[in-house]
């Protein structure tokens, strides 16, 4: 709820200084290439580099679990979930991108997938999610990845 307010404060204390409409597509078409990048990362189970995606005080929201925070943290517990899941495959897709006039602000919606989960392989999961970017330096870092799952049974991405 922070992030969504302090995202909305940014559109608000931003609307008449904006960026134009073609330099918010660019910025839109780039946070759709990282999210590219990090589904790629994810397939190859590359913790690290997913980690590095992240602002250094970023935050994982996952079902049924306490937010992890930190981009050390992140990559632990991302490391931690493969060896829980050695078999998960996780798909994604972007369904509308955000970005805030100022172009310091984003928010990805989506849908995920995940299958072969769990130590058997045999778990599943779907839902949506929620992403939450700024600018760092110039960079886009993703400051908060929330899932919600839409199966009554989830087990955590």
């Not at 590219?36 to 994810?42: A, V, Y």
């Not at 992140?74 to 998960?88: A, D, H």
Request: proline share 3%; with cysteine.
């Amino acid at each position: 709820m922070l992030f969504l307010s302090l995202f909305l404060l940014g559109f608000a204390t931003h609307a008449q200084q904006g960026m134009s409409k073609s330099d918010l597509k660019a910025e839109e078409t780039a946070i759709r290439e990282i999210s590219k990048h990090w589904l790629d990362l994810e397939r190859s189970k590359d913790y690290k580099a997913i980690a590095e995606l992240f602002a250094e005080d970023g935050c994982l929201y996952r079902p049924n679990q306490e937010p992890v925070q930190g981009s050390d943290a992140i990559r632990k517990y991302l490391s931690e979930q493969g060896q829980k899941n050695p078999k998960e495959v996780v798909d994604w897709s972007t369904d509308r991108v955000d970005i805030a006039n100022s172009g310091e602000l984003a928010v990805e919606y989506g849908k995920f997938t995940s299958k072969n989960a769990g130590l058997s392989g045999n778990e599943s999961d779907k839902g949506n999610y929620v992403t939450v970017y700024k600018k760092d330096n110039g960079k886009w870092k993703v400051v908060a990845d929330i899932v919600n799952s839409t199966n009554s049974s989830s087990s955590p991405m």
